[in-house]
C-alpha cells in the first residue's frame, strides 16, 4: 500500500523537487551504470507519483456550470469530463451560452 505522509500539495512539490535532485545525484554518483540507472528511476518515479498526488488534491470537482465560469473567469484552469467530443462541445457550449447570458454571479 503506497502511503501519502502528508496532505499539503505545496509540500507534496518540494519532496518530489528533492526526489529530482537526488535522481540528478544518482546519476552522477561513483556507481555502476545499471546501479545509477536504478537508483535514477526510482527517485523519478516517486517524484512523479508525488506530482500526480500534488495535482489530484488540488482539483475540486464541481456540477454548477456557474461555478465552472466563475473559476474561468478567474484565471483557473478547468478540466471537463466527458465521454466523447460530442460531450466536450456540449458543456463548452453551454458555458459560453452562460457567459453571453450574463455568467456567473
Known amino acids: 500500500m503506497h502511503h501519502i505522509p502528508t496532505r499539503n500539495p505545496s509540500a ?6 528533492a ?6 545525484a544518482a546519476l552522477r554518483a561513483d556507481s555502476s551504470l545499471s546501479v545509477r540507472l536504478r537508483r ?5 518515479s516517486v517524484a512523479r507519483s508525488l506530482e500526480a498526488g500534488a495535482a489530484q488534491q488540488q482539483t475540486t ?4 456550470p456557474r461555478t ?3 473559476w474561468l473567469k478567474a484565471g483557473k484552469s478547468v478540466r471537463i469530463d466527458s ?3 460530442r460531450d466536450h462541445l456540449r458543456h463548452v ?3 459560453a451560452a452562460l457567459e453571453a447570458q450574463g455568467g456567473a454571479q
Not at 12 to 17: E, F, I, N, S, V
Open 93 to 95: 457550449r453551454a458555458l
Open 68 to 70: 465552472a465560469l466563475a
Open 61 to 64: 470537482p464541481t456540477r454548477d
Open 83 to 85: 465521454l466523447n467530443l
Open 12 to 17: 507534496l512539490q518540494d519532496r518530489a523537487a
Open 40 to 44: 535514477y528511476n526510482h527517485h523519478m
Open 19 to 24: 526526489h529530482r535532485a537526488m535522481a540528478a
